[in-house]
């Protein structure tokens, strides 16, 4: 930053300056050589600079050592302003050749009166400012008002700092035209405002060219009111073990306000078997991980297989058009998808999708259909602040956590192979403005994520296989029987049955759907 120039220094024709501020930190013009052998300081010809120096902001210890000033063809630059200059730098008086005073400050008012504006009313987005009517002596020289206004995060904010080479500052401007009943108040809605962002502004009076009297009112501050955050972004969620996930996240883009807790809250949506039913699981097998078998060796007896007993599946071939069994299956696929994804705002008459945020927020099946207290209880805990987790056997069928201070939580007492779904809340604190009615908290962020598999709780108790072997004249017949895995990893759809005859090691296996076989 300049602090001292050896010459003398020249301002000429710069169209966009309105302030001398870029050169704030200067102390000293030495004068060592001077403009036509006796100017030191030469302002000519700038149309739109307004001001020298904010004496506010700078030390006024400018210190000029020799050479006079020369100030011609300023017409936004009053008459009072360069007087400062002189008073500061200790000069003697100039005459009119060295400071004219009537191309100076002769397009502005330099006669100016301090306007009182107060801010009425504040909301999110929008306040209401109030001023009294400049009291003109000729009320036909008065156009109008202008509200200048910015964005200002700190209260430093200077009337011309900001102003770039194509004359742009920052300011926001707005026309006011005045009241016809010279009494009134005068009422202007600044719109279209940031919530809870800290704005600086003024307001001026608008006068012909020749008029050298206004007003001009000092820069106030305001806030805009907290509004209600944008969603969470970049939620994650992934499982770690069969019982716990982790769920991340970041911070709004828009906070609207200080952001004090987040609210964490999912719900179980439990698989369905009418639709897993509705695949031939005999065609169309899974592909399985391998498993550990359990090894049963039963006595050699010569059993008759009759076709009624079997609870194999049947050796078929699968038919190249589709059959009607498929058809139905994805015809159930698609209304699973929908009834998944997408859910009806329930007390509205809208369309049948709902966006919040840009998250489509997502619902299972049950929780739109069921009436039962339980649905009711799980509808309860979407409220802020609401009921108590719904807890069943030590697992969380529904829960709604708050979390202070991190942008991570894990959620333990999960089913394990589950499907969750998680959202996410961005909660502001609340402010004395905000009435009983508010909504501080955000629209959820939403992540659907299942928990690992369980080990071993696919697999059949060995105590509970039962062999039955019924010899008969032709072949040989072993009946199987076994109690399905309590807790199984999802909903059991196939068992995939080994068997090793004893005399010559080989080993055979079948597939048969849950649905293939009986108890009797």
């Known amino acids: 930053m300049i602090e001292e120039i050896e010459g003398y220094l020249k301002i000429v024709r710069s169209f966009p300056l309105v302030s001398l501020n870029f050169i704030k930190n200067l102390k000293v013009i030495h004068g060592k ?7 030191v300081f030469v302002v000519l010809d700038n149309q739109n600079l307004q001001e020298l120096w904010d004496w506010s902001t700078r030390p006024a210890n400018l210190q000029i050592n020799r050479g006079r000033l020369f100030f011609h063809f300023n017409p936004k630059l009053c008459l009072y302003k360069i ?31 301090a306007l009182k504006v107060d801010v009425t009313q504040t909301r999110s987005q929008a306040v209401i400012l109030m001023w009294s009517q400049f009291d003109h002596y000729d009320p036909r020289s008065l156009l109008g008002y202008v509200v200048y206004s910015t964005e200002a995060p700190y209260q430093n904010v200077t009337l011309y700092d900001g102003r770039d080479a194509c004359g742009a500052d920052g300011w926001k401007v ?22 809870y962002t800290q704005y600086a502004f003024y307001v001026k009076t608008y006068t012909i060219a020749t008029e050298r009297t206004g007003a001009q009112s000092p820069i106030y501050y305001f806030r805009t009111n907290p509004d209600i955050p944008s969603v969470p972004m970049s ?12 769920v991340t996240w970041q911070p709004p883009t828009e906070p609207n306000g200080n952001i004090t807790h987040y609210i964490v809250s999912g719900s179980w949506e439990k698989d369905d078997p009418k639709f897993l039913s509705q695949r031939n699981y005999c065609f169309d097998p899974l592909t ?7 090894f049963i060796f039963p006595e050699k007896t010569q059993e008759k297989k009759t076709e009624e007993e079997t609870c194999s599946c049947e ?6 058009t589709k059959s009607e069994t498929e058809v139905l299956s994805q015809i ?12 009806k705002r329930p007390p509205q008459n809208r369309s049948k999708r709902e966006v919040l945020g840009g998250d489509l927020q997502l619902m299972s099946k049950e929780h739109k259909e069921e009436k039962s207290s339980d649905d009711k209880l799980s509808m309860e805990l979407t409220k802020e602040n609401g009921v108590p987790n719904k807890i069943v056997n030590g697992i969380y069928e529904s829960f709604e956590i708050q979390v202070n201070g991190t942008n991570m939580y894990v959620v333990t007492n999960l089913s394990h192979f589950a499907e969750y779904t998680i959202a996410v809340q961005a909660c502001r604190e609340l402010v004395p403005s905000d009435n009983g009615s508010v909504i501080t908290c955000s629209a959820k962020s939403i992540f659907t994520s299942r928990t690992q598999a369980l080990p071993g709780a696919d697999n059949i108790d060995p105590k509970h296989l039962v062999l039955e072997v019924s010899n008969q004249t032709l072949a040989t017949e072993v009946k199987l029987k076994w109690m399905e895995p309590p807790t199984p990893n999802g909903i059991i759809v196939t068992y995939h049955i080994m068997y090793t005859p004893v005399d010559n090691g080989d080993a055979y296996s079948t597939l048969m759907s849950s649905n293939g076989w009986s108890w009797s």
């Open 33 to 39: 050589e001077l403009e036509s052998h006796k100017y």
């Open 83 to 113: 007087e400062r200059l002189k008073h500061v730098a200790n000069f003697s008086e100039f005459s009119d050749l060295d400071v004219a005073r009537n191309s100076n400050g002769d397009k502005v008012a330099c006669n100016v009166t």
């Open 174 to 195: 707005d026309d006011v035209h005045v009241p016809e009943n010279q009494s009134a108040l005068v009422y202007h809605l600044l719109s279209r405002l940031k919530p």
């Open 235 to 246: 939620l994650q969620v992934f499982s770690n073990s069969s019982s716990s996930m982790v």
């Open 288 to 294: 399985l991980p391998e498993k550990k078998p359990t």
């Open 315 to 320: 050796e078929k071939t699968e038919p190249n």
């Open 332 to 343: 159930d696929f698609e209304d699973t998808l929908h009834n998944i994804i997408y859910i």
